[in-house]
C-alpha cells in the first residue's frame, strides 16, 4: 500500500463547477455563495468554485472570480477552478485561485470534441502554463485531470497505455498534481485498482486523486478500488449530479454524502459532519427544483451501528 490504510482522506466537492456545468438554469450567484459557505461549515476544505470558460460558452459559470473571491476569505479552505487554456490559466492566477484544474482528455476522439485539440496539443499547453506560472512566481496548484481514462462514450475502448503516456508527459512537464477520471462512467473496480497502481508507480505521488461518476452504479465501489490503490483524495459532488457536455449519457458524479459515508463506515477519517452535509443537499435540491438529485445516504439515512471516524 502507498499510503496508510488509517490516512485520512480528502473529499473536494465540484458540484458548483462539475455539478452545474451541465444544467441549462444559471444559478444565481447568491446560492453559489451560501453553497461554499454551508460546504466549508460541513468540513469540506477543498472546492472546486467554478471554471474560466467564455461566458457566452457556459453563462452558468460566468461568476466564477466573486466566488474564487468569497472562497478566499473562508479559513483553510482551497479554491480550485478549471480552465481549459492560456488565458484561463491567466484568469485563475489574478482571480487568486489556490489551484487550477486543467483537463486533458485521454480518448483522442473526446479531445477534439471538448477541446479543440489533440492530447499532444493539450500537453504543449500545459508546458506553456506551467511556465507562465513560474514566470509570474505564483503559487497557484496546477493539476491535470486526465479525463476519459477508464473509457470514452464517443472513441470507445481508452488503452492503458495511452494514460500512462499522458500522465508521464504532464508530469515531465512540471504540474504540481495529476488525477485520473471516469468521465462517462464506463469503470469497473478492478480496471480501476490496476490502472491506478500502474500510474502511481510510473509517477508517484504526484497521481493524487480520482473522479469517478456513478453513471451505472458503480461509482463508489470504484472510489474504494482507488482508495485500495493508495488514492486519498476525491473529488464527489453534493446530491450527485453533473456530467459533461460532450459526453453523451454521462452523468451523475458519486455524491459527497455517499463518499463521506463509506469512509466512515471504515473508522477512516474525513472530517466531514453529515448533518451538515445533508443540510446542503437539501437547500441545493430547493434551489435546483426540478433537476434529478441522485445519492443513497439521503434517503436510506445513517445506520445506528455507525461510529463516527
Known amino acids: 500500500m502507498p499510503h496508510a490504510r488509517s490516512a485520512p482522506v480528502t473529499v473536494r466537492e465540484v458540484g458548483l463547477r ?9 444559478l444565481p450567484t447568491a446560492h453559489k455563495l451560501e453553497w461554499i459557505r454551508l460546504a466549508h461549515a460541513a468540513g469540506l476544505r477543498e472546492i472546486e468554485v467554478g471554471s474560466f470558460v467564455p461566458a457566452k460558452l457556459m453563462p452558468q459559470l460566468a461568476d466564477t472570480a466573486e466566488l474564487v473571491a468569497f472562497a478566499n476569505t473562508l479559513p483553510g479552505l482551497q479554491a480550485s477552478v478549471l480552465v481549459p487554456n ?32 489533440t492530447p499532444d496539443e493539450v500537453v504543449a499547453d500545459v508546458r506553456r502554463i506551467v511556465d507562465l506560472r513560474d514566470a509570474k512566481g505564483a503559487d497557484c496548484r496546477i493539476e491535470i485531470g486526465i479525463s476519459t481514462a477508464f473509457g470514452c462514450t464517443i472513441q470507445g475502448r481508452v488503452e492503458p497505455a495511452e494514460v500512462l503516456r499522458l500522465v508521464r508527459a504532464v508530469r515531465d512537464a512540471g504540474v ?28 508517484g ?39 459533461c457536455p460532450h459526453a453523451p449519457g454521462a452523468s451523475g458524479n458519486v455524491a459527497t454524502e455517499d463518499v463521506a459515508y463509506l469512509f466512515a463506515s471504515m473508522g477512516i477519517p474525513t472530517g466531514l459532519d453529515f448533518a ?34
Not at 18 to 26: A, E, S
Not at 210 to 232: E, I, K, Y
Not at 294 to 307: D, E, M, N, S
Open 176 to 203: 504540481d498534481r495529476i488525477g485520473l477520471a471516469d468521465t462517462v462512467g464506463y469503470a469497473d473496480p478492478l480496471q480501476v485498482q490496476q490502472l491506478f497502481a500502474s500510474c502511481l508507480d510510473a509517477v
Open 276 to 309: 451538515a452535509l445533508l443540510a446542503l443537499r437539501a437547500q441545493v435540491a430547493q434551489w435546483l427544483e426540478g433537476e434529478p438529485l441522485h445519492g443513497a445516504i439521503w434517503r436510506a439515512g445513517l445506520p445506528k451501528t455507525l461510529v463516527p471516524a
Open 86 to 117: 492560456v488565458k484561463g490559466a491567466e484568469r485563475a492566477i489574478e482571480a487568486g485561485a489556490h489551484a487550477m484544474l486543467l483537463p486533458l482528455s485521454a480518448s483522442h476522439a473526446h479531445s477534439l470534441a471538448n477541446m479543440k485539440r
Open 18 to 26: 462539475d455539478g452545474l456545468q451541465i444544467l441549462p438554469r444559471v
Open 205 to 243: 505521488d504526484t497521481l493524487s486523486c480520482a473522479h469517478f461518476h456513478d453513471t451505472r452504479g458503480l461509482g463508489v465501489a470504484n472510489v474504494f478500488a482507488a482508495w485500495q490503490a493508495g488514492m486519498r483524495r476525491f473529488d464527489a459532488c453534493t446530491g450527485g449530479i453533473g456530467g
